[in-house]
């Protein structure tokens, strides 16, 4: 008899978690946390998802790279494919470059409905105003609609190795101030016999990238819209030409030391941390810097800086997001709404809560900011925390130029290395010439880059 009370009791156990499997809503996100992970950033970010899993059992998040939805890389062309396909996840990831491609091929569903459930406050918090042009504008029924959420602000910033600018003589506290001490600089840490090079450019169509930060601070704009709210290309300005002209400095210069001889720039597919810690690499780069994570690497060996000021003395960079949205094929209502669930706390008061939380218990906390510490509860271990990184950061997005948003401008970068390339291989362009000869040369170059530009990424036919 007990027997068979133990057996019904097993098949009704059983059957009752088969039941409420079935009654989950099941979301597919293009990326969830690593549960493997022992990087304790990625560790609080997991718990960040158990947290929601906690507040929202009826919701079942599937990463869709486990799914199949998604190959394993975590690459735009990878996600651009599968959207076109229709085969992408519930839940995607874009940022400010991509948005008015997806909006306008109808990759996204309108969030409206949802960003009017949320509070005055939690909206400005979420959605800077440097970010809302991005987030929320017309779509292709001519309507301004919210299209996608932003997740960590991050910006632009100059990482440089503080045991190269030692070797160099130079003063690890003092990162250079403008583009002069930015070139003198990357000449003196530059050494052919230990492979130490000045600094970075990418290689083929994304060195426009590398070269976005020079743009900004010559004062150039990449895109610009008419008051008939057309977009059009206009990085051929003389403040363009003054960011190309220093860029193509930078790369046709060489240092010479003993027999060996080597650029200051060194090229490269990938702007990665294989610098940090090599004996060897790269002196000064430029990469992306978020509040929460900013100090994620050692200070002792990386020091931080400002994007060198151009020669108006503005400093300005690339400011950004990793954006969330809904992929507008997926029609379930039941879905939408788990969907928007996880967007709307993945980066809310209480994820970030759980993040600091966890940096604390694994003490890991000097990888955050000052800030963010005293925010949620931890003021004795934020006054151990240094402020001039915090400021720093501060003053750059306050300084920072939007990544390009305007039509079609998920190929920008292409765009903007085209010219570049092709002055590098121009014989009749060299360093040596006359200045005056030499920059209209390079507006020559940017001039037509800027035609082709506006035929084909704008679709805008030449008179």
Same mark, same amino acid.
């Given at each position: 008899m007990r027997r068979d009370i133990r057996a019904a009791v097993l098949v009704f156990v059983s059957m009752a978690s088969v039941l409420a499997a079935a009654d989950k809503v099941i979301v597919s996100v293009s990326s969830l946390p690593d549960a493997k992970s022992t990087y304790p950033p990625s560790i609080a970010d997991y718990r960040v998802l158990k947290r929601f899993q906690e507040l929202h059992p009826e919701i079942e998040l599937r990463n869709a790279k486990e799914d199949e939805r998604l190959p394993s890389e975590d690459s735009e062309s990878a996600l651009f494919r599968a959207l076109q396909n229709g085969t992408a996840p519930d839940v995607i990831w874009l940022n400010f470059r991509l948005a008015d491609t997806y909006i306008q091929r109808g990759f996204l569903a309108p969030l409206d409905a949802y960003v009017a459930e949320m509070r005055v406050d939690e909206l400005a918090e979420r959605v800077p105003d440097v970010m809302k042009p991005v987030v929320h504008r017309a779509g292709a029924d001519g309507q301004q609609h919210w299209w996608a959420m932003p997740g960590e602000l991050f910006v632009v910033m100059l990482q440089y190795r503080r045991d190269f600018f030692v070797k160099a003589g130079l003063d690890p506290d003092r990162p250079p101030g403008d583009w002069k001490q930015f070139k003198d600089y990357a000449m003196k840490?530059?050494?052919?016999?230990?492979e130490i090079y000045g600094t970075l450019f990418l290689d083929g169509e994304h060195v426009g990238w590398s070269l976005y930060p020079f743009l900004c601070s010559a004062g150039a704009? $990449?895109?610009? +819209?008419? #008051?008939?709210? =057309?977009?059009?290309?206009?990085?051929?300005?003389?403040? /363009? $030409?003054? /960011?190309?002209?220093?860029?193509?400095?930078? *790369?046709?210069?060489?240092?010479?030391?003993?027999?060996?001889?080597?650029?200051?720039?060194?090229? @490269? @597919?990938?702007?990665?941390?294989?610098? +940090?810690?090599?004996?060897?690499?790269? *002196?000064?780069?430029?990469?992306?810097?978020? !509040?929460?994570?900013?100090?994620?690497?050692?200070?002792?060996?990386?020091? &931080?800086?400002? &994007?060198?000021?151009?020669?108006?003395?503005?400093?300005?960079?690339? $400011?950004?997001?990793?954006?969330? *949205?809904?992929?507008? !094929?997926?029609?379930?209502?039941? $879905? +939408?709404? /788990?969907?928007?669930?996880w967007i709307r706390f993945v980066y809310s008061e209480e994820a970030r809560r759980v993040r600091v939380r966890t940096l604390v218990e694994l003490d890991a906390w000097r990888t955050t900011s000052a800030s963010v510490l005293k925010r949620f509860g931890f003021s004795e271990l934020a006054r151990q925390i240094p402020e001039g990184r915090e400021k720093l950061f501060d003053q750059a997005v306050a300084q920072a130029t939007p990544e390009p948003y305007g039509r079609n401008a998920m190929e920008v970068y292409?765009?903007? @290395?085209?010219?570049?390339?092709?002055?590098?291989?121009? @014989?009749?362009?060299?360093?040596?010439?006359?200045?005056?000869?030499?920059?209209?040369?390079?507006?020559?170059?940017?001039?037509? =880059?800027?035609?082709?530009?506006?035929?084909?990424?704008?679709?805008?036919? #030449?008179?």
């Open positions: 840490v530059t050494n052919p016999r230990t704009q $990449v895109m610009t +819209r008419s #008051p008939d709210e =057309a977009w059009q290309m206009s990085f051929d300005s003389p403040e /363009a $030409v003054d /960011a190309y002209e220093f860029a193509y400095d930078l *790369a046709k210069t060489r240092v010479d030391k003993g027999a060996k001889s080597s650029p200051i720039v060194e090229r @490269s @597919s990938v702007n990665g941390d294989y610098y +940090r810690e090599a004996d060897t690499g790269i *002196a000064m780069l430029f990469t992306y810097v978020t !509040r929460d994570r900013l100090h994620d690497f050692d200070p002792k060996l990386i020091g &931080i800086g400002l &994007i060198p000021k151009g020669p108006t003395g503005k400093s300005s960079t690339e $400011v950004n997001s990793r954006m969330l *949205a809904i992929y507008a !094929r997926q029609q379930d209502p039941k $879905v +939408r709404r /788990a969907a928007w669930e292409k765009y903007l @290395s085209l010219p570049f390339d092709e002055m590098l291989r121009d @014989s009749s362009l060299t360093p040596d010439m006359p200045k005056d000869k030499r920059r209209a040369r390079i507006q020559e170059i940017l001039h037509k =880059a800027v035609k082709r530009a506006d035929e084909e990424m704008l679709g805008i036919k #030449p008179e």
